[in-house]
């Protein structure tokens, strides 16, 4: 695994934050107060790979823009081991320097300020909620983003989460979350609207990458469009083979949240729906131990969206 950790820190360091780091995890590590350890659980095999997109910019000729992914690490196998999901609470829990932004027990608020009001340096996870979007802070406190005429796709943090986009009916709004300020982008000329909900992916903290499933568009939160492709898509920017379910657990899903530096990755874990109470949990699992621990559990109904600040997240 040395490679791959090697790699993983390579492309951690080119990332630019404002934030201070230091200060956010020693707050949050405050507000922690569990001791924890790892146990070996059963997960199977994973694969983490890095995605490339290219776009051509029309400004007089064309030029390709490669757009760089967050990590680029070598694919890597695990040997085969069947989890049931429905153990998933019990788990052992993970170690406090796993995701020390997320509190054991995250309880999703119904209402909270609004953030032009109350701004943020960042926040390390988005929940939708039908009407707003719910943000929780680097802080330990929760705010709200409001936009008019929102709609499908879901909202979607950006890595270090000091944006959210949110999709509209004709076009995008990129909200700044340490202001407040919305910038309301019109949808590319040549998006062709479909049954099928748009792709928005962030590339960084000030582009973002909207694609119809024909082509794909990059948007600057300044300037506007950026480029377009006939043949990009907005895939993600590494992907993660998940666990083999046992098949009583039917219903269960399970999905990556952020690469870890050490190689191991955070999931989202969701159980059937309606289910009461209304819980869904992030776990940490190691693909070559194949470990698994539990991060936090977070109180709110799993049909609610939710995006993660995946860098925040992924710098332990």
């Avoid at 990129?174 to 049954?195: A, E, Y």
């Avoid at 949240?257 to 050490?262: G, K, Q, S």
Wanted: with cysteine; proline share 9%.
């Amino acid at each position: 695994m040395k490679g791959l950790e090697e790699l993983l820190d390579r492309a951690t360091d080119a990332i630019e934050s404002h934030l201070d780091h230091a200060d956010v995890l020693v707050r949050a590590r405050r507000r922690r107060t569990r001791q924890r350890g790892f146990v070996a659980g059963a997960v199977a095999g994973a694969a983490v790979a890095a995605v490339v997109v290219s776009l051509q910019v029309v400004d007089g000729e064309s030029q390709s823009h490669e757009v760089p992914p967050a990590s680029q690490t070598p694919s890597m196998s695990v040997r085969d081991v069947r989890w049931d999901p429905r153990d998933v609470a019990d788990l052992p829990p993970a170690d406090a320097d796993v995701a020390p932004l997320l509190p054991d027990v995250l309880e999703v608020p119904d209402v909270a300020p609004r953030v032009e009001d109350d701004p943020v340096d960042a926040a390390v996870l988005s929940v939708d909620d039908g009407a707003d979007v719910l943000l929780l802070g680097t802080d330990g406190r929760w705010r709200c983003v409001v936009v008019d005429g929102k709609t499908q796709p879901p909202p979607v943090l950006s890595p270090r989460g000091t944006r959210v986009a949110v999709t509209v009916v004709d076009g995008v709004v990129m909200v700044d979350l340490t202001t407040g300020v919305q910038v309301r982008r019109p949808l590319p000329d040549g998006f062709t609207p479909s049954s099928r909900a748009p792709v928005v992916r962030w590339v960084d903290e000030q582009r973002l990458l909207l694609s119809d499933g024909e082509g794909a568009w990059l948007l600057d939160a300044d300037r506007g469009v950026e480029g377009a492709s006939a043949t990009a898509r907005a895939e993600p920017e590494w992907t993660l083979g998940l666990p083999e379910l046992d098949p009583a657990a039917t219903g269960w899903e399970v999905g990556p949240v952020a690469a870890l530096a050490d190689g191991s990755a955070l999931l989202r874990v969701t159980p059937p729906r309606p289910r009461e109470p209304k819980q869904w949990w992030v776990v940490r699992w190691d693909p070559a131990s194949v470990d698994l621990a539990l991060a936090a559990t977070v109180e709110s109904d799993a049909m609610k969206h939710v995006s993660f600040a995946s860098d925040l997240l992924g710098d332990s």
